[in-house]
């Protein structure tokens, strides 16, 4: 069975401080692809990252990186200097190989304090 | 990436009415999924909107109660039928690009549905 887990429902931090959200997913499928997408209160979901399992590399996109780590099955997302613009419900995201269902972890909260 | 509208953005319903909410896609998308969220909570996938061909849905959601018509590559609606406040949700239209062997799904801004 596919499953995600976004153990942290809820964080709050003071802006300019580093945050790393956790996801940790299980699979039995040898090629999968992760996702992060953030929603704002407005209630779009916008797509951040999409990592494929055979491609360890870390990912940095400005104040954004991702830490894959398969041999943890762990997705990591990490904003350096945080802004209150961040503020939103985040959310990791797993794809098998044999269709196109994404299996969503439950998000987390972040909290950005000015 | 595809850009999708969705209509209307939100709205207040009285039990036991219907609503339809439209999505339409700038480009033509193979796939076209239909999503819940309901307060507070992750996404649940109601249904595959088939163009030409009836929606497959998902466990625990029904035709009668959610229909979905899609008549070409670039549009679709869902009707949430005979509403009660459980039905009060955010309903997002996700589409995926034709060649996108990854997969990532782009979504509408969604439509927040308030029953009273």
């Known amino acids: 069975a596919q499953k995600v887990t976004q153990a942290q429902t809820e964080i709050s931090v003071v802006e300019k401080e580093d945050v790393t959200l956790d996801c940790v997913y299980e699979?039995?499928?040898?090629?999968?692809?992760l996702f992060w997408y953030k929603q704002p209160p407005s209630g779009e979901l916008v797509f951040l990252i999409r990592?494929?399992?055979?491609d360890e590399q870390n990912e940095i996109s400005g104040r954004y990186s991702w830490n894959f780590q398969k041999s943890t099955s762990s997705f990591n997302f990490t904003i350096t200097a945080s802004q209150v613009v961040d503020s939103a419900v985040y959310f990791c995201?797993?794809?098998?190989?044999?269709?196109?269902?994404?299996?969503w972890g439950a998000g987390t909260k972040l909290i950005i304090k000015p | 990436s595809a850009v999708i509208s969705q209509k209307p953005s939100r709205d207040i319903c009285q039990r036991g009415t219907s609503l339809t909410i439209q999505c339409q896609v700038d480009s033509q998308v193979t796939m076209m999924f239909w999503y819940r969220q309901q307060p507070g909570q992750s996404l649940t996938l109601i249904a595959t909107?088939?163009?030409?061909?009836?929606?497959?849905?998902e466990s625990g959601f029904v035709i009668d109660k959610f229909p979905i018509s899609r008549p070409n590559l670039t549009f679709s609606t869902l009707t949430v039928s005979n509403m009660s406040p459980e039905d009060s949700s955010i309903y997002l239209c996700s589409v995926k690009e034709p060649g996108q062997g990854s997969g990532e799904l782009f979504f509408g801004e969604g439509s927040r549905l308030t029953v009273l």
């Open positions: 699979t039995r499928d040898t090629t999968y692809y």
């Open positions: 995201a797993l794809r098998g190989d044999s269709n196109y269902q994404l299996i």
């Open positions: 990592r494929n399992s055979f």
């Open positions: 909107a088939n163009q030409g061909s009836e929606a497959t849905y």
